[in-house]
């Protein structure tokens, strides 16, 4: 079962800001939070992960809440090409007996023009 | 670089036949899993090795699933008297010791 729970589905002009929640109150000690997306009829691809501090990379920028139990994913400038489902996944990175990512239903994103 | 491949990329078959289903993870990658996707679900686990080894393998439905990867590289999906059911998205996914992981584009199976 996730872990997570994410609205089913937002909508975003092009141009603007595109901001995902993401709850995850149980989220324990040691779990890193991440997000992946998934354009129609391929794989899901990384975007951002992070512990506690707010993260930033060339696709998107990651904050995390002070007490860890919710994130908010947020494309800076969304275009047409980022209309996808989102993934938030928590999870203790790299372990050798506990490798597996509990997907949810993700949040599908429709920016649109 | 290459990314993960996986092939076929559409196969359907009968029920109750078997089929195999085979990933070309990232060259040094050490970790490999299979998720299943059906529709409008996000992917679920299925097994995942390290190196040669399924290190998990909690997510196989039942005992027609079954996967190999004999030389640590290479992975192959087998699915034994296919049911229905089982038409889903099968997607495979590697990654090395920074655990992020690359998926491939999955293999669409369709038991007739």
């Known amino acids: 079962d996730a872990k997570t729970t994410q609205p089913p589905s937002m909508d975003c002009a092009e141009g603007r800001a595109a901001n995902l929640p993401c709850n995850h109150s149980t989220i324990s000690g040691n779990e890193y939070v991440y997000w992946y997306r998934q354009i129609h009829s391929q794989g899901p691809q990384y975007i951002i992960h992070g512990l506690k501090n707010n993260e930033t990379n060339e696709m998107a920028s990651l904050i995390i809440t002070e007490d860890r139990k919710s994130s908010t994913l947020i494309l800076p400038h969304a275009t047409l090409r980022d209309t996808a489902v989102y993934y938030c996944i928590v999870r203790v990175p790299f372990l050798y007996n506990n490798n597996d990512m509990r997907f949810g239903a993700g949040t599908r994103l429709t920016v649109k023009p | 670089g290459a990314g993960v491949s996986q092939t076929p990329s559409n196969k359907v078959t009968e029920k109750g036949k078997y089929v195999e289903l085979r990933c070309d993870p990232i060259?040094?990658?050490?970790?490999l899993y299979w998720y299943r996707q059906s529709l409008g679900q996000g992917p679920e686990f299925l097994i995942y090795f390290q190196g040669t080894g399924a290190a998990d393998d909690s997510g196989l439905p039942n005992d027609r699933f079954f996967a190999v990867r004999p030389e640590g590289s290479v992975s192959t999906l087998k699915i034994q008297r296919t049911e229905r059911g089982d038409s889903a998205v099968y997607l495979c996914?590697?990654?090395?010791?920074?655990?992020?992981?690359?998926f491939g584009p999955g293999t669409r199976l369709t038991v007739l």
């Open positions: 060259s040094g990658h050490t970790a």
């Open positions: 996914a590697s990654s090395s010791q920074n655990n992020e992981q690359f």
